[in-house]
């Protein structure tokens, strides 16, 4: 008797699969990259987008909706996301949201960013002070007329920090884009790895109340 499986059949249930994934992903939206936008904060660690991949994988797609640039079709929050879920055949839904300009797109990222609870206190700050040297320098938001409030007071009331705070983190924010421009750094982790081995700050926005 011959308990040898059936190589026919095993390869007929791969490409059946193989199939139905592809028919999934070929109804799953076609989004616009910016390469600009995908490397302007975190990039996961080959760790983070295997364990983020095997949550997609066990929820069957995003729960959270990638959010898109209205006007130019472009993902600003859901880069790995949307990845996974192509890779996988995954459903994910979109979200539109509309901005002037890419700086517009970077003042919410940040901003989105600051609101997550599970931010370390180093990137918390360097997030701050991005988003203060962002917003300063757009002169349509660095001071609203009849509003009498610096661009640091009304970050730091948005956030919980003084003025004070807010200002420091923009200097700390430019030292760190500094030294990690110094040393090739592109991701925010790469950055503040070099800050670390440098020993230049152990502060976080938290400390300087």
Not at 7 to 27: C, H, L, P, S, T
Request: hydrophobic share 35%; with cysteine; aromatic share 6%.
């Amino acid at each position: 008797m011959n308990n040898a499986p059936d190589m026919n059949a095993i390869a007929g249930v791969f490409a059946k699969e193989d199939a139905e994934k592809e028919g999934r992903v070929a109804k799953l939206p076609t989004l616009k990259v910016n390469e600009e936008l995908k490397s302007f904060l975190d990039i996961l660690t080959v760790e983070e987008r295997k364990g983020l991949e095997a949550d997609l994988l066990r929820d069957g797609g995003a729960r959270d909706p990638i959010v898109v640039w209205k006007e130019s079709g472009e993902i600003v929050d859901g880069h790995n996301r949307y990845e996974i879920c192509r890779l996988h055949g995954l459903s994910f839904q979109i979200s539109e949201k509309s901005f002037a300009d890419i700086e517009a797109v970077k003042r919410w990222m940040l901003e989105n960013q600051l609101h997550r609870r599970n931010l370390s206190p180093m990137r918390a700050s360097y997030f701050l002070g991005l988003l203060y040297n962002n917003t300063k320098q757009d002169p349509t938001k660095a001071k609203e007329a009849g509003d009498g409030k610096t661009t640091a007071e009304k970050i730091g009331e948005k956030f919980g920090v003084s003025e004070k705070t807010v200002r420091r983190a923009g200097e700390m924010a430019k030292g760190v884009d500094a030294i990690g421009a110094a040393h090739g750094a592109i991701s925010v982790k790469e950055k503040i790895e070099q800050i670390r081995n440098k020993n230049q700050t152990n502060y976080t926005y938290r400390d300087w109340e």
